[in-house]
């Protein structure tokens, strides 16, 4: 039985995905890892897509983690994508939860003014206590400003194309909320049709993740993870193939 990956969403731990965790270990083994200046880890100078996917390889490795099922949360499942796409042979298939790929202006502008530490360290905002417990000893000024920049680089470098999620050849799915304020129901449906996978919506919003429904959503995941591994779901179609289909329908009538 091949592993599932848990990754968390910038800005955030594996203790804050743990309950994700918990949720998928009767479906199989499970890995929830820091990523690259989270968690207490050290804070690279330079924040990146490539460094943190690197970073999560060589954790795999570490353990003698060859393939793997990646459960991405928010910017944790871009980041499972991201590995899909650059690294097909480590990869099994792809849950995504709140994935956003779509980073224009607006995007960008809100996401660095909601994890701007002026903001988070006004009266009466816990997150700024939240974020001290779980990224000690490192400060956590410090990993929100690294993150900052990051999302100012996805403006300029987003991290999946259209044509980077056309060419993910492993099975995927795809949830969200209906009524999320980060990921819109339809940038979801849109993901979905892009990669050709599964996916589906729940009621209410998915960030944070205290307001999605884990016991449902993991019962899904986890479903998905055992007919995977069970060949009940296909990869999908490459464009060669798809061409080759409608080539032969074509000639069928």
């Known amino acids: 039985m091949h592993a599932a990956v848990i ?15 918990t949720g998928l270990r009767r479906f199989a083994p499970v890995f929830v890892p820091d990523l690259s ?33 990646f459960v991405g949360y928010s910017l944790g499942g871009t980041l499972g994508l991201y590995l899909a796409r650059h690294h097909p042979e480590r990869v099994i298939g792809v849950a995504s939860l709140a994935a ?32 001290e417990r779980i990224h000690f000893p490192q400060a956590w000024r410090d990993v929100a400003l690294a993150n900052r920049s990051m999302f100012l680089n996805l403006l300029e470098d987003p991290p999946l194309s259209g044509a980077d999620l056309a060419s993910i050849s492993v099975p995927t799915l795809s949830l969200c909320g209906d009524a999320d304020q980060i990921v819109t129901q339809a940038e979801s449906t849109d993901l979905v049709r892009r990669l050709r996978g599964a996916g589906g919506f729940f009621a209410g919003q998915a960030h944070p993740l205290a307001a999605v429904p884990l016991a449902a959503v993991t019962q899904a995941i986890g479903n998905w993870i055992h007919a995977v591994e069970h060949g009940k779901v296909a990869a999908p179609a490459t464009a060669g193939e798809e ?4 080539g032969a329908g074509a000639g069928g009538q």
Do not use: M
């Not at 050290?42 to 390889?57: E, N």
């Open 7 to 21: 990754l968390h969403g910038a800005n955030g731990s594996a203790a804050e995905v743990w309950p994700i965790a």
């Open 243 to 246: 061409g080759d289909r409608a």
């Open 37 to 69: 200046g989270h968690g207490g880890r050290p804070v690279p100078s330079l924040l990146r897509f490539a460094g943190i996917a690197a970073d999560v390889l060589a954790q795999l490795d570490a353990r003698c983690l060859q393939r793997v099922f």
């Open 100 to 131: 956003k790929v779509a980073f224009d202006r607006a995007t960008i502008d809100k996401w660095t003014y909601l994890i701007d530490p002026a903001r988070l360290s006004r009266p009466g905002n816990p997150r700024q206590f939240e974020l």
